[in-house]
């Protein structure tokens, strides 16, 4: 089995990519929110540039923002579980909500903000890839409001064997791939979407722009890892001396007991 050197959760590439392919973007998103993609009628993305500072910030969140339909979207991959997901991503949501409000408006002029995460990881206990939370009353399970929706995709607890009718199952079979057989695989399935995905994600990857932000993100962990040891350096050394002046201390004061 040959590894993928860059999988589709991968950061850079998954902005990159679908940054330079919005008719793709558009068809994740429509097949994420259960929609049609013939339905929707304005699909902006708000924020394609990938920020400097991501380059070496491993902190730093390469998500892809969107207006659909007058709806902001965020969509995001998340790859470790540091097990607070749930509650940045609801963080993440009542900051999108909060900024809508713009100056003159009222609150029932409030967009409806929708993340997406596709994760590499497990979250929720059930057995369903697709959990989606809306604000509902505890007993009669009536909707609060319908500005709030949240979708977390588990890709590891897709059907090993996905429905090719099912294009949002397909699309995250790309996420779930690992290595080069499993996206082979998915290409002899000779789905048109599932082709036009991976023709871009290889174009992608051989691509100057990807080089070069690889080329960065090299050269920022290179420069954290060279900071990070000198800083232990500096450290080491500090110690080192004041262990030293401690224990000149101790043989002065047993030399000054020994004279009493």
């Known amino acids: 089995m040959t590894e993928l050197k860059y ?7 998954f902005k990159l990519l679908f940054v330079k392919y919005p008719d793709l ?3 994740l998103v429509a097949a994420t929110l259960g929609i049609a993609v013939g339905s929707i009628s304005e699909f902006v993305i708000t924020n394609p540039e990938i920020p400097p500072e991501a380059i070496g910030d491993k902190f730093c969140r390469l998500d892809i923002n969107m207006v659909v339909d007058g709806s902001r979207v965020n969509l ?11 509650e940045r991503s609801l963080y993440y949501w009542a ?14 002029e409030l967009p ?20 989606e939370f809306r604000p509902l009353e505890v007993n009669r399970h009536e909707v609060l409001s319908d500005r709030m929706a949240m979708h977390y995709f588990e890709i590891r607890k897709l059907p090993e064997d996905v429905d090719v009718q099912n294009e949002l199952q397909l699309m995250l079979s790309l996420f779930r791939a690992k290595t080069e057989e499993e996206l082979k695989h998915l290409e ?13 994600y290889r174009e992608v990857t051989v691509s100057p722009e990807f080089k070069e932000l690889e080329r960065l993100r090299a050269l920022a962990r290179h420069n954290e890892a060279s900071a990070l040891a000198h800083a232990r350096s500096v450290e080491a050394a500090k110690w080192q001396g004041v262990v030293a002046e401690q224990t000149a201390r101790i043989a002065e004061l047993e030399a000054q007991l020994e004279k009493n």
Do not use: M, W
């Open 7 to 13: 999988k589709f959760t991968y950061d850079t590439l």
């Open 25 to 27: 973007l558009k068809r």
């Open 76 to 86: 995001e991959v998340q790859v470790e579980n540091e097990g607070d997901y749930p």
């Open 95 to 108: 900051r999108g909500y909060s900024s809508s409000l713009l100056e003159g408006k009222t609150y029932s």
């Open 112 to 131: 409806r903000v929708i993340i997406i995460s596709i994760l590499d990881e497990s979250v929720f206990d059930c057995k369903e890839y697709h959990s």
């Open 188 to 200: 002899r399935l000779e789905v048109s979407i599932v082709t036009q995905v991976i023709e871009a």
